[in-house]
C-alpha cells in the first residue's frame, strides 16, 4: 500500500497536475479533497468531466464516474468483490476505493485518453428490434455503422501513419528542394553544353571525362572491397581465437578423460541433435504453421460484436459442462486394464514433456554460453587495448565478485536503515509539530482565562513553584533510601546466588540431555522434509502436465465449435435462400391465378404498372395545366384590376363620409331629395 501511495504521489506532483504533495499531505486529504482529486485525473482523461463535484449531487457525481470507468474497462481489486460496496465507497470518497482507482489510472494516462476519445465514436447505440422495422430507421441505422466502420478504418490509418515515423512537411520539402536541385542542373548543363561546343575537340575531351568517371567509381568500389576484405579477416580473427580457445578447452578435457567418455559424449551430441531434427523442430513447425493457419482464418472472418462474443461464450460454457459430464461418465465406466494404460499414458507424456523442456533448456543453454564466449572475447579484446593487462581469472575473479557482492548488499542495507530512519524522523517531525500546536492551543486558552481573572503568570509560578518543590523531595528521598537499600540488596543478591546455584543444578543436567532429543529430531525433521519436498516437487509436475494438456483439449475444442458453429450458420443461410426461390419459382409456375399474384415478380410488375398509370395521369394534368395557364392568368389579372377598383371606390367612399355636409340626400322611389 505505501508503494502505492508513493507513486500516486510522484505521478500527481509532475505535468500536467503539478499538485505539490508528500506523502502525509496526501495521507491527510479528506473524503470531498480525494474525490475532487479523482474528478480531476478524470478531466484529464476525458475534458467533458472537468466539473467541481461541489456544484452536483453525489449519485450524480457516482453515476458519471461509474460510467467513464466503465468505457475505461476499469475493474475493481480483488478485495471489492461486491459492485454496491464499490459504489458505497466511491459515495462516500473512501481511501481503500480511490487510491486503487488512482493508481490504476495514473499508471497509463495516455492509453486512457485515446481509449476515452475512442469511445465518443465506437460506443454503439443500440437499437430496439421493434424501431428497426421502419425503414428510415434501419437506413439511418446501416449509415451509422458504416460510418463507425470508416472511422476506425481512417483511425487505423492515422496510427499507422504517426508510427511510421514519416512527416508530411518534411516529404513536401524535400520534394521542392529536390526540384529546384534539378532545375538548377539542368541549367548547369545547357550552359556546360553551350560552352563546350565553342571548344575544339570537345568529343574527346568528353570521352578523357568519361573514362576518368569511370576510372574513379573503380576506385571507389576497390576501396570498398579494401575495407570489406579487412572487416573479414578481423572476424576471420576472431573465429580463429574462439577455435583456438575451443582447441585449449578440448586439450584439458582430454588431458583427464579416456576415449570411452569422448565417445559417449559424441554420442549424446548426436542423440540430442538427431532429437532436435527429427521431432523437435518439425513438431514446432507444425504447431506454427497451424497457428499461423487459425490467424489467418480469424482475420478473414468479419468482426464480432459484445453480443456475439457474449453468446460465444455461454455456448463455451456448456461445451465445457458436457465435456465434464463426458469425462466423468468415462471415469467411472474405466476397467482396470485401461486405468493401466492410462496411467502408462500419463507417465509416457510426462517424461516425453519433461524431455522437452530439458531439450529447450540445454539449446537456451548453448546459445547462451556462445553469446557469452563471444562477448567474453570482445570484453577480453577491448580490455587488453585499453590498458594492456589480462582480464581476472579464476579464483581472483570469484574473490573480486564476492567481494563485490559483499559491498552491494552491505551498501543496501545501509540504504534500507537511511530510508526507514528518513521515514520515522518524517514521522515524528510530524508528530512534534502537532503536539506543539495542541500545547499552544492550549497554553493559549488558559492564557486567556487568566487574563480574564486577572491573574495572568499564575499557572506559570505555581509549575515552577511544584516542580522545583517535587524535586527536592525527590532527592532527600533518594539520598535517604540509598543506604538502606545497598545494603538490603547486598544481602539479597547473596541469598539469591546462593538458591539459585542450588536449584539450577538438576535444570542444567536436565538441559543437556534435552538439546541431545533435540538434534536427533532437527535431524529427523529434516530427512523428512527432503521427502516430503521431492514427494510434493513430482505431484505439482504431474499436475501441470495434466492442466496443460486440459487446457490444450479445452483450446481445440473450442476451436472445433466455432468452426462447427459458423459452417452451420452458413448452411442455414444458405438453405433460407434456396427455399424462398424455390417457393418463388413454385408461386410463378403455378396455374392457379391467385398463387401466382403472391409471386414477387407479379408484386413488382403490378407496381411498375400502378406507376406507369400513376405517371400518365400526372403527364395529362401537367398538359392540361400548362394549355389553361394563358386564361388563367389573364382572368386572375382581371380580377386584381376589378379588387383595385373596387378598393379605389370605397376610399371615395369613406372620405365623402368623413367631409361635413350641407344637408342630408335620402333616396326614396328611385328620387333623390336634398334635406337641409
Not at 530512519?421 to 487568566?450: N, S, V, W
Amino acid at each position: 500500500m505505501s508503494d502505492q501511495i508513493k507513486s500516486i504521489v510522484e505521478r500527481l506532483n509532475k505535468e500536467p497536475f503539478k499538485k505539490n504533495y508528500n506523502l502525509i499531505t496526501f495521507d491527510s486529504l479528506e473524503s470531498m479533497q480525494l474525490l475532487q482529486l479523482l474528478n480531476d485525473v478524470l478531466g484529464e482523461i476525458d475534458p467533458k468531466h472537468v466539473v467541481d463535484i461541489r456544484e452536483e449531487m453525489p449519485e450524480q457525481t457516482a453515476k458519471r464516474m461509474l460510467s467513464l470507468l466503465g468505457i475505461l474497462k476499469y475493474k475493481p481489486p480483488g478485495s471489492i468483490t461486491d459492485l454496491s460496496t464499490f459504489r458505497q465507497g466511491l459515495v462516500i470518497g473512501s481511501k481503500p476505493v480511490i487510491h486503487p482507482v488512482l493508481h490504476w489510472l495514473l499508471q497509463r494516462t495516455n492509453e486512457l485518453k485515446k481509449r476515452a476519445y475512442l469511445a465518443r465514436f465506437l460506443i454503439k447505440l443500440e437499437v430496439p428490434a421493434e424501431f428497426l422495422q421502419d425503414d428510415i430507421v434501419a437506413d439511418t441505422n446501416k449509415q451509422y455503422e458504416d460510418l463507425m466502420e470508416a472511422f476506425k478504418n481512417l483511425h487505423k490509418e492515422c496510427e499507422q501513419l504517426k508510427t511510421s515515423g514519416f512527416s508530411t512537411a518534411e516529404i513536401r520539402r524535400d520534394i521542392t528542394a529536390m526540384e529546384e536541385e534539378k532545375d538548377q542542373l539542368i541549367k548547369r548543363v545547357e550552359r556546360l553544353k553551350k560552352r563546350v561546343e565553342t571548344v575544339q575537340n570537345h568529343q574527346r575531351m568528353l570521352e578523357i571525362a568519361r573514362q576518368l568517371r569511370v576510372e574513379k567509381e573503380r576506385e571507389e568500389s576497390l576501396a570498398q572491397q579494401k575495407q570489406e576484405q579487412k572487416n573479414q579477416l578481423f572476424h576471420a580473427e576472431q573465429r580463429l581465437q574462439r577455435v583456438q580457445l575451443q582447441l585449449k578447452d578440448m586439450q584439458h578435457a582430454v588431458v583427464d578423460s579416456k576415449p570411452e567418455s569422448l565417445m559417449k559424449r559424441l554420442e549424446e551430441e548426436i542423440k540430442f541433435n538427431s532429437y532436435l531434427c527429427s521431432e523437435k523442430f518439425p513438431r514446432e513447425l507444425e504447431s506454427k504453421k497451424q497457428s499461423l493457419y487459425f490467424l489467418q482464418k480469424v482475420v478473414s472472418e468479419p468482426a464480432m460484436g459484445q453480443s456475439d462474443l457474449s453468446e460465444l461464450e455461454t455456448k463455451i460454457n456448456e461445451v465445457n459442462a458436457q465435456i465434464n459430464q463426458l469425462i466423468e461418465k468415462r471415469m467411472m465406466k474405466y476397467e482396470p486394464i485401461d486405468s493401466k494404460f492410462s496411467m502408462y499414458r500419463q507417465q509416457a507424456s510426462i517424461i516425453s514433456r519433461k524431455k522437452e523442456a530439458k531439450a529447450e533448456e540445454l539449446q537456451a543453454a548453448k546459445e547462451e554460453m556462445s553469446n557469452m564466449e563471444r562477448q567474453m572475447l570482445q570484453k577480453a579484446n577491448q580490455a587488453r587495448e585499453l590498458d594492456g593487462t589480462e582480464v581476472l581469472k579464476g579464483d581472483e575473479f570469484k574473490r573480486y565478485v564476492n567481494k563485490l557482492r559483499s559491498k552491494n548488499t552491505f551498501y543496501k542495507k545501509k540504504r534500507q536503515e537511511i530510508a526507514e530512519i528518513t521515514a520515522e524522523y518524517g514521522i515524528l517531525q510530524r508528530t512534534e509539530e502537532l503536539l506543539k500546536q495542541r500545547h499552544e492551543a492550549i497554553q493559549q486558552q488558559l492564557q486567556a482565562i487568566e487574563d480574564k481573572k486577572g491573574i495572568s503568570g499564575y499557572s506559570y509560578t505555581q509549575e515552577e513553584l511544584e516542580r522545583v518543590s517535587a524535586a527536592k523531595s525527590e532527592m532527600d528521598e533518594m539520598k535517604g533510601r540509598t543506604l538502606d537499600n545497598m545494603s538490603e540488596m547486598v544481602k539479597k543478591l547473596n541469598a539469591l546466588v546462593a538458591d539459585k546455584k542450588s536449584s539450577l543444578a538438576p535444570i542444567i543436567k536436565e538441559l543437556r540431555q534435552l538439546r541431545q532429543n533435540c538434534q536427533e529430531l532437527t535431524q529427523e525433521c529434516d530427512e523428512k522434509k527432503v521427502q516430503y519436498d521431492s514427494c510434493a516437487a513430482g505431484l505439482e509436475s504431474n499436475r501441470s502436465t495434466l492442466e496443460q494438456e486440459v487446457k490444450g483439449l479445452r483450446e481445440e475444442c473450442i476451436q472445433e465449435e466455432s468452426c462447427y458453429h459458423h459452417t452451420n450458420c452458413m448452411k442455414k443461410n444458405l438453405e433460407i435462400q434456396l427455399q424462398r426461390a424455390k417457393d418463388e419459382m413454385k408461386t410463378y409456375v403455378s396455374p392457379d391465378p391467385q398463387d401466382r399474384r403472391k409471386a414477387i415478380r407479379e408484386q413488382y410488375t403490378r407496381m411498375i404498372l400502378e406507376q406507369e398509370n400513376l405517371g400518365k395521369k400526372l403527364r395529362e394534368k401537367q398538359k392540361a395545366v400548362r394549355e389553361s395557364h394563358g386564361p388563367n392568368m389573364k382572368q386572375a389579372k382581371m380580377w386584381r384590376d376589378f379588387e383595385q377598383l373596387m378598393e379605389c371606390k370605397r376610399e371615395c367612399f369613406l372620405k365623402q363620409q368623413n367631409q361635413t355636409s350641407v344637408g342630408q340626400v335620402i333616396q326614396e322611389g328611385g328620387e333623390d331629395r336634398l334635406v337641409l
